[in-house]
């Protein structure tokens, strides 16, 4: 089974600030890695999907990169509407998902 | 517009049996695999079970195995768990997924005395 190492476990930022979460497969992933966003009590909401390539409507503030085990996910000009929690999933072989980042806002 | 909608959850006793259902609309179901994840109370998101596009391969979370069954009927449209000999650790909200963007709202299964 492919585990996915995520950090960190929580993030705290100012509006207008850049933040970058990070996941670690334990293997070779062949960038097939997506993003979910998910506030409160609603289903996950997928971001971008195999490594960089956003969903339709997803903000371009949002993006996406990495390759081989290890990949990232970055927000600039964090806004008050990103606070939410965020997973990493690997599609390469079954679903593993990250332990997940909770992004708050000094 | 693609639809995924749960039902089928609720309070279960310790042991006993529960099965949730997915009807999916607005794409054709028959040509796309579907899996189940859940999320335990103030937990993460967790695989459970995957199904091919016409159910001839299935595969599950070690946890479940022998316990959770995932099938599907392409004619009506709608995925299937079904789960038995329910733990309290089974506690969650169960989506299904296509496994991309589109999702259900998810229904939350309660495993309790």
């Known amino acids: 089974d492919i585990q996915m190492t995520q950090s960190p476990p929580s993030l705290s930022a100012s509006l207008g600030d850049k933040v970058t979460i990070t996941c670690q497969a334990s293997?070779?992933?062949?960038?097939?890695i997506a993003w979910y966003q998910q506030k409160p009590g609603k289903a996950p909401r997928q971001l971008i999907r195999?490594?960089?390539t956003l969903v339709s409507g997803t903000p371009s503030r949002f993006s996406g990169s990495g390759s081989g085990r290890d990949y990232s996910f970055s927000i600039s000009n964090v806004e008050s509407e990103d606070i939410a929690s965020y997973y990493c999933?690997?599609?390469?072989?079954?679903?593993?998902f990250g332990s997940g980042t909770k992004l708050e806002i000094k | 517009e693609v639809q995924l909608v749960e039902s089928g959850g609720g309070l279960v006793q310790p042991g006993r049996s529960m099965k949730l259902s997915c009807a999916a609309s607005?794409?054709?179901?028959?040509?796309?695999?579907m899996a189940w994840v859940r999320q335990a109370p103030t937990k993460g998101l967790e695989w459970v079970a995957t199904?091919?596009?016409?159910?001839?391969?299935?595969y599950y979370r070690d946890s479940v195995k022998g316990r959770f069954t995932i099938s599907r009927d392409n004619a009506k449209s709608t995925l299937y768990l079904q789960m038995n000999s329910l733990r309290s650790e089974d506690t969650a909200t169960y989506y299904c997924?296509?496994?991309?963007?589109?999702w259900g709202q998810g229904v939350m299964v309660t495993v309790s005395s």
């Open positions: 195999y490594t960089s």
């Open positions: 293997q070779n992933i062949n960038k097939y």
């Open positions: 607005g794409f054709t179901f028959s040509n796309y695999g």
């Open positions: 997924t296509r496994g991309d963007r589109y």
């Open positions: 999933l690997q599609y390469d072989n079954l679903l593993t």
């Open positions: 199904i091919s596009y016409d159910g001839s391969s299935t």
